[in-house]
């Protein structure tokens, strides 16, 4: 039995195509759930400031699922920070201002860094991460690229998650997450060890236009959405 085709989304595209930006001018990215304004910056080879600067942000600006961010190109990230920086020096900006901008930056949840993958992972197709790929549990792995591979011969439609943080995530990772939460700054993530994303058996989806194959052949794959019935992009392994 084929499955009718479905129509795949423009966001989709977006999040497919914002690591590789072209070089003429910027691009527009669609945040997606569990993105922050530096793991934005960093799957795009920018550091938070730049990144920040061009859309006239603070590098601790909090950033919402849905919201549109630019991303430059190397000129005109350059010429964002020396603008930045023009500003804050014609400002005439005091050392108690400069002390309190600091402190507001020193006291948001700091990311970890980067870590290598488990042993018992293994990797999937996820274009905004700066790899290439992100990781699951090695039979969550397995399935889903089956899933994806059927996705694609049937519906057009490619599935990957959403950026770096969206499939396993470490238990720092998940701290971090967490913490931005409960600072006001980030989506709604669940306490660390709480979290099917660290055991590699959970994605946040890139695209609406996913989680709708998922709903059609997911099953197959032991694919489903288990929780959060609000939350279209969150998927779960369940097994065979």
Request: net charge negative; proline share 9%; with cysteine.
């Amino acid at each position: 039995m084929r499955f009718p085709r479905l129509p795949i989304l423009a966001a989709g595209v977006l999040v497919a195509t914002c690591a590789a930006a072209p070089s003429q001018a910027a691009v527009p990215h669609t945040v997606q759930p569990g993105e922050t304004l530096w793991s934005i910056a960093a799957a795009n080879n920018f550091t938070t400031r730049t990144v920040a600067a061009y859309n006239g942000l603070s590098e601790d600006s909090s950033v919402q699922p849905g919201e549109t961010l630019e991303i430059p190109t190397e000129a005109e990230g350059a010429a964002a920070l020396g603008t930045a920086d023009v500003a804050a020096t014609s400002s005439g900006a005091s050392t108690a201002a400069t002390t309190s901008t600091t402190t507001t930056a020193s006291s948001a949840p700091s990311a970890p860094p980067p870590e290598a993958p488990p042993y018992w992972t293994a990797p999937i197709y996820c274009p905004s991460c700066s790899s290439g790929q992100a990781y699951l549990s090695a039979n969550a792995a397995a399935n889903w690229n089956a899933m994806r591979q059927q996705s694609l011969q049937t519906y057009g439609i490619d599935l990957y998650p959403a950026g770096p943080l969206s499939a396993y995530r470490s238990y720092a990772q998940q701290l971090y997450l967490y913490d931005l939460y409960l600072s006001g700054q980030g989506s709604l993530a669940a306490a660390p060890g709480t979290s099917s994303h660290e055991y590699g058996a959970a994605v946040d989806l890139a695209d609406p236009s996913m989680a709708t194959v998922i709903d059609q052949i997911g099953a197959q794959y032991g694919w489903a959405k288990t929780e959060a019935p609000g939350e279209w992009w969150h998927v779960n392994y369940v097994g065979p």
